[in-house]
Structure formats: structure tokens, C-alpha cells
């Protein structure tokens, strides 16, 4: 075959690939992604990822379906193989990771290499790699990140609160956007750059229902529900063998508004009577409205909304007196100071809506503590992004640990009740003992009871240690804590089991379970 012939072949398979392509994106009437994680320390367990969740959340809510989800190693080949691929077959294609200075940050030049493209020195990214590394030398390692593809874009995002342009822009080439892999930074620049990845014309409507029963007793009523309004509705049925507060989540969702909300009828009127949950999924990000939804609540016992005016007022005068560098919060994943822990971050992001801040935690370890304990905490320093302290030892010791380590903190928010074990003349702001190192102790909840604290909790939806939905109503040392014997049942068959912490009357009996 001729030179020349050889040259009409491949144009045509061009030509042909391309329409192709063109043909996959039109036959699709909504806008698609796919997500592409690149990093070695992802596929050895080394990161856990949590960027593709966050990217799917918020571009379902954006009107673009993700179809798929990829992770694959710093390997150059199968980073361009991988791109080019997902660039033929969605709308949008996001790459989390390989950005950065070292030898395996590759993705600039796989991405590149997807297009046939070159990777060149950018001169706006030169200057700003000067000026932010103080290096000149294009070789030096510092300058890998002003090295991108020829005909890459510069996406510039801008502060809404400020005004101020983002250090470094978003790279993209053709539908390709390459973002970081740190969560933080991929976060913040998504949502500075959200306007570029909006389907308007095909927004997703969506309702939930979470159902305190198991899913055997409602699948018919589920499946009748399918029956009706499968074909114009996408319904889902998720069981939850953790959550303290329902059993199956229940969803439905259609580009059409009016048939969600019939579906949401239909199983409203028709799952079993007092099955249905108030149930808020997004408890901390709606952390701002506790204290207007809770004083709208006409349900709450009488005296609540009292002690919670009160409780609010101390944590604010408490950040008149002290700067968040100066306070932080007593947590030892108990269900008091979760409660406490909930209240002050309501506060503060109250007082400061427009700022990123960390609230300090301070955690003293005992000799023996449950697993389950470590767990919640660990789950409670992301959930509500804690700059965490910890010591194990002794209270009096770990505290005089806390006064040498960070001497700018002069005051503990804590969770003690007068009910509580020396705590019954104890005033909302109290100094420690002259004995010991010296801290204002601010006690929001001190008149709140027993039954209040759940109020509390179990109104908002707060997530809480699971050893509560266990029998254990007052968590100490694995060798002194024990379910309260008050909440024991015997079931059907004989077996022994522990009702819910919630669940107790007798709030003077909480420490029935505690040896000491």
C-alpha cells in the first residue's frame, strides 16, 4: 500500500473515530463525568480517598452524572491511556492527584501526552513559582509545577468573601481539569471554579425517607412504590446496619420535579405508621441552624429552650472574653461533651460564617479505653475538621501537658453537669482549683439533665458514640463501664440484650453501669 493511500486509511479512521466520539456525547442528553484518582499511595492503602466522594456529591447537584470512577498509579502511560479514553466517552473529565514537585507527580505530562500535546513552561506559572518558591532555575524542582501542556487553560478562581484570585489556577485541557490530590486545596478549588461544571437544563430533583424498620418489613410497600413510578423515577433502597437513628434510606429522584414529590407522597401515605424518621443527613454542615430550630420546635420538653438560651449565651460570652486561639473544647467522646462539642461549633460558625476555622479539642486518654470511643473521636476531628489534642495520663497531669504545650489557651469549654461527680458548685465560668494549672473551666450545660442532652442530640440528628446504642449510659474505662442494668431486656428467644441509652427514665440512674 502506497505512502499516500496509507494516509487516506488513517484520515478516514480519524475522521470516523471522531464522529464517533461526537456521536457518544449527543446520544447522551445530560452532561456526564468521569473521575480519574491518580496516586500509588491510593491503590497501597496508604491515602484513603475521599475526593471522588466529595466530586460526585457536588456534581450531582450540579446537573452531571458520574459514570464512572477510575484509580490508577504514577504510570505515564496508563495516566494518558486513561485520560484520553475519558475524554472521548464524558462531558467532563476530573483528575485528582500528581500534581506537585516531585518525580511521580506525572499527570501534567500524561494528560499531555492523552492530546499529543507538549508540556512547556507557562510563563504566568513561571512568574508565580518565583515569586512563591524564590527560584529562578526552570530545572529545579520547584519549577515542575509551572510545566504544563501547550494548550492547557488557566482557570483563575476568586474569593467571593475577599475578592482575592486563587494562588494557582485550575489546569484544564480540552474537557480535562486537573486538580490536586490534598482534599483541602481540590475542595476550595472546586468551589471557587463550580460555575464551569453546571447542567442547568438537566438538574437532578431528589427527596430521601429514612425509615426506622428493617428492609424485609417494607419491600412490598417499596416494590409497589417501583411498580408505579419506576419508569419516571429512579427509586433506591439503602440498608444502614450503623446509623443511631434509622434503618433504610429510602431515595427518589427524576429530572422531573412534580413526579419526585408524587413518589414522595406515595411512600409517606403508605409506609407503616410511625416508621418514617425525622432524620437531618447533613447535621454538622446545618450546624449554623441548631438554635433556630430547636427554639421553633414546640415539641421539646418544658424548661429546654431556657437552658439552651443559657447554654448559648455562655459559649458567647466565652468568645468575647477569649479568642479561638485561646479556648477549646473538652472531648472524650462521651455523650456531654458531643453535645457541647455540637453547641460551640453552632456558635462559632454563627459568629464566623466566613471563615475556615479549626476548633481545638482536647482529649485525655484512659489507661483502657474502648475501641469504639477511638473511633467516634476520629470520626468526630474530621466530621467537624478539629485540630485535635491528646494525651494520655492523668486529668491533672495532662492538663499542666496541655498549659507547657499551648500556653495561649486559657480556657476549656466543658460539658459537666451538676449532676456530675464534683460538680455541684460549679458556676458557668469557674477557675480550676489553686492546686492545679490554671484554666477558666466554662460550663454551658451545668442545670442541663440527663433527658435534656438527649433532647439535644437525638433532635438534631448528631451522630454519636455507638456504645450508647448499646446500653451504656455513662462511658469511663473499659475495666469500670459496663451497660446500665437498667436497660436490660430478654428477648423472644431467650436472648439478653440492652435498650438504647435514649431510652432511660430514670436520668439520676445514668451512672449505674460505672463501677465507680
Request: glycine content about 6%; proline content about 4%; aromatic content about 10%.
Amino acid at each position: 500500500m502506497s505512502s499516500n493511500c496509507l494516509f487516506r486509511v488513517q484520515r478516514v479512521c480519524n475522521h470516523l473515530k471522531q464522529h464517533t466520539v461526537m456521536s457518544r456525547r449527543a446520544n447522551s442528553s445530560y452532561s456526564t463525568a468521569g473521575i480519574i484518582i491518580i496516586g500509588d499511595e491510593i491503590l497501597k492503602g496508604q491515602t484513603q480517598d475521599t475526593n471522588s466522594h466529595y466530586l460526585c456529591k457536588n456534581l450531582h447537584s450540579h446537573g452531571i452524572r458520574v459514570n464512572k470512577i477510575i484509580t490508577i498509579g504514577d504510570e505515564l502511560d496508563v495516566i494518558a491511556k486513561t485520560v484520553k479514553e475519558f475524554s472521548e466517552w464524558y462531558t467532563f473529565v476530573f483528575t485528582c492527584g500528581g500534581i506537585g514537585p516531585t518525580h511521580d507527580d506525572k499527570t501534567f505530562e500524561g494528560v499531555a501526552n492523552a492530546f499529543d500535546d507538549k508540556i512547556q513552561a507557562h510563563p504566568e506559572l513561571v512568574e508565580l513559582c518565583t515569586k512563591y518558591f524564590k527560584v529562578s532555575d526552570l530545572s529545579s524542582p520547584k519549577m515542575k509545577m509551572a510545566f504544563i501542556p501547550d494548550s492547557a487553560k488557566l482557570n483563575w478562581g476568586k474569593d467571593d468573601r475577599t475578592g482575592e484570585q486563587t494562588i494557582y489556577p485550575l489546569i484544564s485541557v480540552r474537557n480535562v481539569f486537573i486538580f490536586p490530590g490534598v482534599p483541602s486545596i481540590m475542595e476550595k478549588a472546586f468551589k471557587l471554579l463550580q460555575h464551569l461544571f453546571h447542567d442547568p437544563e438537566h438538574l437532578f430533583y431528589s427527596r430521601s425517607i429514612y425509615i426506622n424498620q428493617d428492609e424485609i418489613s417494607v419491600v412490598s410497600t417499596i416494590n409497589e412504590g417501583v411498580r408505579q413510578f419506576g419508569d419516571r423515577v429512579s427509586i433506591g433502597s439503602y440498608p444502614e446496619f450503623h446509623n443511631s437513628y434509622y434503618k433504610v434510606h429510602l431515595t427518589m429522584e427524576s429530572s422531573r420535579q412534580e413526579e419526585v414529590i408524587k413518589a414522595f407522597e406515595f411512600f409517606s401515605n403508605r409506609l407503616p405508621q410511625g416508621s418514617i424518621v425525622d432524620y437531618d443527613a447533613d447535621a454538622v454542615t446545618n450546624a449554623m441552624e441548631v438554635v433556630p430550630k430547636l427554639l421553633k420546635n414546640t415539641q421539646l420538653p418544658l424548661g429546654f429552650h431556657a437552658k439552651l438560651r443559657h447554654a448559648v449565651s455562655v459559649l458567647e460570652d466565652a468568645l468575647q472574653q477569649y479568642s479561638l486561639t485561646e479556648i477549646c473544647v473538652g472531648f472524650n467522646g462521651g455523650k456531654d461533651c458531643t453535645a457541647i462539642l455540637h453547641l460551640f461549633y453552632s456558635v462559632v460558625k454563627r459568629k464566623f460564617p466566613d471563615q475556615d476555622v479549626k476548633i481545638k479539642v482536647l482529649y485525655i486518654k484512659s489507661k483502657q479505653q474502648f475501641p469504639e470511643v477511638e473511633l467516634f473521636i476520629q470520626d468526630a476531628v474530621q466530621r467537624y475538621s478539629l485540630d485535635l489534642i491528646s494525651y494520655h495520663g492523668r486529668i491533672k497531669c495532662s492538663m499542666g501537658q496541655l498549659k507547657s504545650d499551648h500556653p495561649k489557651v486559657q480556657a476549656v469549654v466543658m460539658g459537666s453537669r451538676r449532676s456530675d461527680p464534683h460538680c455541684n458548685k460549679l458556676n458557668s465560668f469557674s477557675r480550676t482549683d489553686p492546686d492545679w494549672p490554671q484554666f477558666m473551666r466554662v460550663n454551658p450545660v451545668l442545670d442541663w439533665s440527663y433527658s435534656d442532652i438527649w433532647t439535644f442530640l437525638r433532635t438534631l440528628s448528631i451522630p454519636y458514640c455507638s456504645l450508647y446504642d448499646r446500653g451504656y449510659t455513662s462511658l469511663g474505662s473499659l475495666e469500670n463501664t459496663h451497660p446500665n442494668p437498667l436497660l436490660k431486656v430478654t428477648d423472644n428467644k431467650g436472648v439478653v440484650k440492652y435498650q438504647p441509652a435514649y431510652t432511660l427514665q430514670k436520668g439520676e440512674s445514668e451512672r449505674d453501669g460505672r463501677n465507680s
